[in-house]
């Protein structure tokens, strides 16, 4: 467990959002960022599987290897020579494997650093005895599927906290939760113990910032204008923490993008579920009284996250073969393009489901279709004024237990180039292939079934987790905004975009809406304006299940969750935007009910 340190700050820089992201940040974070830890975020439901697909057919893969050589390689010497210490979840299915490659690192660059690693997360190895404890998944209460591909519990921070009072310098893990490697530098440093809740929360606040690096520093930030000419040279971002919890939000000097209180709370609201409900393994926050203030240029101070006792179950995501997908797109220009598109769609789809008919198999699953540059992706509520393009791209997304019936489809889009419309031209050279699809399955349990092991160098070291009692039962309380009344009058309608900022993203198979006024006073109508009711309808052709609005009064937002809105989620969707990363945007055109007299204001006649 973590002991009381003398430090009272330190510096993290959050280097990796995902998988493949630019390998720019890290030298950016080592070379001028002034950091004391360096941490990575690699992993993502697919991401496991695609690892353990990787380690299935090579004994030595199944990591993050761009981790090994694109990063440590080229940064090893800096990295130890600024005795910055790094913490990774790039070990993916196969920890081993990560930690002997970057040891053959570190002995070529002539450097001797210990490597921590943390294990336990994996349970595909265990998938008789979850069948044997009958496991249901979280949201449909489905069995088990027949055959997993991957299963991986989230841990949290205090094994890698652990590694870290052993003396590592570098800590990799296979799957925890995103904000654990930001988490477990301040418990190290500064000795919380598991009972710290509040500390924990913005603990964890401070790495659900940073998992997502420049997001939160300009990045994919609604009002892009105001950064877009630093895109070329972003700023990753850095934290400034404190034993107290609070922390400012930064990023280098000289370099581009934002921080302001604006671009920091998109990133709050970004893939959140019940904001006083933000369930970690570590502890269970509550966001809703979080305030952000500027503590001078590119500086946001972050204080208010509120924790209580985590829950006695770690989340598991498991995958599963899901059967396979095919995209089609083709460009298809002149009058009446979008109508010509939706025909040809048609068409073809007919005239494969006769053919799959005729075979003796049964018709595609999902099938979407999607007139790219016709306001396809908001559906009916796409603007009824607009003018009709006059070129579009047609995107068909079609779904089959069998590839063969899939590429049926890609051989009779190509096929019938002469026999449908004119004016139309490919945008890839030859025919789409069939990918197999991998589904998610998550499920709950229980922290006494997962044995987690920490190890320096390989030898392992005691640790012992710390266990919520079976019994307890977690109280959300809910925070709600104050309605305050409207000055009379006129009113007009004006777009949300005139009155607030916003970030959506996915959970499973739905997704979040987060909204921040830009003022406190315009709080008030945008909740006025956008009840459940307001936004199921505006997303009626995406929200099939239940649409949830929760209050953060702390920076005057609200977030939505929509249930059953992604059709199955990132992992085998046919939609066009398979993880809602749009849904935040489409919102901001909803026309919202203000009072006349703020017309001038909103520069709306």
Request: with cysteine; proline share 6%.
């Amino acid at each position: 467990m973590a002991v009381q340190k003398t430090k009272t700050s330190i510096r993290i820089g959050g280097a990796s959002g995902y998988w493949g992201d630019s390998n720019a940040a890290p030298a950016q974070l080592v070379e001028k960022g002034d950091i004391d830890y360096l941490v990575f975020d690699y992993l993502a439901e697919v991401t496991m599987a695609i690892l353990a697909k990787l380690k299935s057919r090579k004994e030595d893969q199944g990591y993050a290897h761009d981790f090994v050589f694109g990063v440590m390689k080229p940064l090893i010497g800096k990295i130890a020579d600024k005795k910055i210490k790094v913490i990774a979840n790039a070990g993916g299915v196969n920890l081993e494997a990560c930690r002997k490659a970057l040891e053959q690192v570190c002995a070529e660059a002539g450097v001797s650093l210990k490597i921590g690693t943390v294990e336990g997360d994996n349970l595909l190895m265990r998938e008789d005895e979850l069948r044997a404890l009958g496991v249901r998944e979280m949201q449909s209460g489905a069995a088990l599927p027949a055959k997993l591909m991957s299963a991986n519990a989230y841990l949290g921070a205090f094994p890698i906290a652990a590694a870290l009072d052993a003396g590592a310098d570098i800590v990799l893990t296979g799957r925890c939760v995103d904000s654990a490697v930001s988490l477990a530098p301040l418990v190290h440093e500064f000795g919380w113990k598991p009972t710290d809740y509040d500390r924990l929360a913005q603990g964890s606040l401070c790495g659900h910032l940073l998992e997502c690096g420049a997001q939160v520093t300009g990045g994919n930030f609604t009002d892009w204008k105001d950064v877009e000419a630093g895109w070329e040279d972003v700023g990753w971002p850095i934290a400034e923490c404190f034993a107290d919890g609070s922390f400012i939000v930064t990023k280098p000097k000289n370099t581009g993008g934002a921080v302001t209180p604006l671009t920091v709370g998109e990133q709050m609201l970004y893939e959140i579920g019940d904001p006083a409900a933000y369930i970690l393994p570590d502890v269970v926050c509550d966001f809703t009284g979080v305030i952000m203030g500027p503590d001078g240029v590119d500086r946001v101070r972050v204080e208010g996250a509120k924790g209580r006792m985590p829950t006695r179950t770690y989340k598991v995501s498991a995958t599963w073969p899901g059967g396979f997908r095919l995209v089609s797109s083709s460009v298809i220009v002149g009058y009446d393009a979008p109508q010509k598109a939706r025909r040809v769609a048609q068409a073809v789809l007919a005239r494969c489901g006769r053919m799959l008919a005729d075979a003796g198999l049964p018709p595609y699953g999902d099938v979407a279709i999607d007139v790219i540059g016709d306001e396809t992706l908001y559906g009916a509520s796409a603007d009824p004024r607009r003018t009709p393009p006059r070129e579009v791209v047609l995107r068909v997304c079609v779904q089959h237990a069998r590839p063969d019936a899939c590429e049926l489809f890609a051989k009779e889009s190509v096929g019938t180039a002469l026999a449908m419309t004119t004016g139309r031209c490919g945008i890839e050279a030859g025919r789409p292939s069939a990918s197999p699809m991998v589904r998610l399955f998550s499920f709950l349990i229980d922290k006494s079934f997962v044995t987690i092991s920490v190890r320096i160098d390989g030898a392992e070291i005691p640790f012992e987790p710390f266990l919520p009692p079976k019994d307890h039962v977690d109280v959300v309380p809910h925070a709600r905004a104050a309605d305050a009344p409207l000055p009379p009058g006129r009113r007009i309608e004006v777009p949300l975009i005139a009155l607030a900022v916003a970030r959506s993203g996915d959970k499973g198979d739905g997704s979040n809406i987060g909204v921040i006024a830009r003022k406190a006073e315009y709080l008030p109508a945008i909740r006025a304006s956008l009840t459940t009711d307001a936004v199921k309808a505006y997303f009626a052709h995406y929200a099939k299940g239940q649409v949830e609005r929760f209050d953060l009064p702390g920076i005057n937002a609200v977030n939505f969750l929509l249930a059953n809105s992604l059709g199955g989620g990132g992992t085998s969707s046919v939609r066009l935007d398979t993880q809602a990363k749009t849904y935040g945007q489409l919102l901001l055109s909803i026309p919202v009910s203000v009072p006349e007299a703020w017309g001038n204001e909103l520069g709306v006649a």
